[in-house]
């Protein structure tokens, strides 16, 4: 009797030292850079209403352009319960779009290759890539991951010499999980998420 009492406690013991651990994002924080951009030589200057400037190209259909923010956990890339330090995918919207229409050219193709015989350099026009239905094109690549070690995190623009005059507003989102479990466990539970946020304006000119 006395043996049975004393399994009873200690398994009444170990329940009690059960630790839950809870990640709810606490100190997360997504932001753009200064400049829309970490290289000095790329970066966008702004004005005196806060909005960035752009200057497209009126050449080229599209001009290409890479914005750079960070995602961080006070001030260090993240490490959560679930996935460690992995990278973290970051979801970016612009409100500009455009038609690429059935029939118009999507690029011209080139072909090189050297003359065995003369040893010259020789360029061939391919016939030009087509396109065959009507698509919407968005004017920012609509995901990407973060550096695991900085917290950097990029994207890229393309808008249209058409939309010049236009304001592009830029959002970046990180949906982080909520997630718990118990301490020394390797498993967890996803209890929920967490969504961050911030958003900038380029002035397209």
């Given at each position: 009797m006395?043996?049975?009492i004393?399994?009873?406690?200690?398994?009444?013991s170990c329940s009690?030292?059960?630790?839950?651990?809870?990640?709810?994002?606490?100190?997360?924080?997504?932001?753009?850079?200064?400049?829309?951009?970490?290289?000095?030589?790329?970066?966008l200057?702004?004005?005196?209403?806060?909005?960035?400037?752009?200057?497209?190209?009126t050449i080229?259909?599209q001009?290409i352009?890479?914005i750079?923010?960070?995602?961080?956990?006070?001030?260090?890339?993240?490490?959560?319960?679930?996935?460690?330090?992995?990278?973290?995918?970051?979801?970016w919207?612009?409100n500009?779009?455009?038609?690429?229409?059935?029939?118009?050219i999507?690029a011209?193709?080139?072909?090189?290759?050297?003359?065995?015989?003369t040893?010259?350099?020789?360029?061939t026009?391919?016939?030009?890539?087509?396109?065959?239905?009507?698509?919407?094109?968005?004017?920012?690549?609509?995901?990407?991951?973060?550096?695991?070690e900085?917290?950097?995190?990029?994207?890229?623009?393309?808008?249209i010499?058409?939309?010049?005059?236009?304001?592009?507003?830029?959002?970046?989102t990180?949906i982080?999980?909520?997630?718990?479990?118990?301490?020394?466990s390797?498993s967890?539970?996803?209890?929920?998420?967490?969504?961050?946020?911030?958003?900038?304006?380029?002035?397209l000119?």
């Amino acid at each position: 009797m006395k043996k049975l009492i004393l399994i009873f406690f200690i398994c009444i013991s170990c329940s009690k030292d059960e630790v839950t651990l809870i990640d709810n994002g606490e100190g997360i924080a997504i932001k753009f850079v200064d400049g829309l951009n970490d290289d000095p030589a790329y970066q966008l200057s702004k004005d005196s209403n806060g909005f960035y400037n752009l200057t497209l190209d009126t050449i080229n259909n599209q001009t290409i352009q890479r914005i750079t923010g960070k995602l961080l956990r006070n001030g260090e890339p993240i490490e959560d319960l679930g996935s460690g330090s992995q990278p973290k995918k970051v979801y970016w919207e612009s409100n500009l779009y455009w038609w690429l229409m059935q029939g118009d050219i999507v690029a011209n193709v080139t072909m090189t290759y050297i003359n065995l015989i003369t040893g010259e350099l020789i360029y061939t026009n391919l016939p030009p890539l087509v396109n065959w239905r009507d698509v919407l094109v968005s004017t920012i690549n609509e995901s990407s991951y973060s550096n695991q070690e900085t917290g950097v995190v990029n994207t890229v623009i393309a808008p249209i010499k058409e939309m010049i005059g236009d304001t592009m507003k830029i959002k970046m989102t990180y949906i982080h999980s909520i997630t718990q479990k118990e301490e020394g466990s390797n498993s967890f539970d996803i209890i929920g998420e967490r969504v961050f946020q911030d958003s900038t304006y380029v002035i397209l000119k």
